[in-house]
Nanobody
């Protein structure tokens, strides 16, 4: 059974940094695209960033472009999300998600419903 476990969240001041990790088990990690999503209280879950399975192509929401960086280490079955220059509005629960490469065709998009496997999330709180 596939499992994703996030870690690395916490409380940080505005302008600070955090590094989130997502460790996968029960799936062939190198065949999966990994996405990061976040959900703030009272808001829908939104796409943050994604990294392809083997060529490390990355994609970002406009709101985090230039501040966040997504990466992966297939040898460790782990994906990362580096959060820099954090803002109060970045406060949310951050989830990693995975979908098999056959589902990541051009035009498939980066909505939450497009991903099959989810972690429980890690809280990121940014104070002013």
């Amino acid at each position: 059974q596939a499992q994703l476990v996030e870690s690395g969240g916490g409380l940080v001041q505005a302008g600070g940094s955090l590094r989130l990790s997502c460790v996968a088990s029960g799936l062939s990690f190198s065949n999966y695209e990994v996405g990061w999503f976040r959900q703030a209280p009272g808001k829908d879950r939104e796409f943050v960033a994604a990294v392809k399975w083997s060529d490390d192509s990355t994609y970002y929401a406009d709101s985090v472009k230039g501040r966040f960086a997504v990466s992966r280490d297939n040898a460790k079955n782990t994906a990362y999300l580096q959060l820099n220059h954090l803002r109060v509005e970045d406060t949310a629960i951050y989830h990693c998600a995975a979908r098999h490469r056959v589902k990541a065709y051009p035009g498939s998009g980066y909505t939450a419903s497009a991903f099959d496997h989810w972690g429980q999330g890690t809280q990121v709180t940014v104070s002013s």
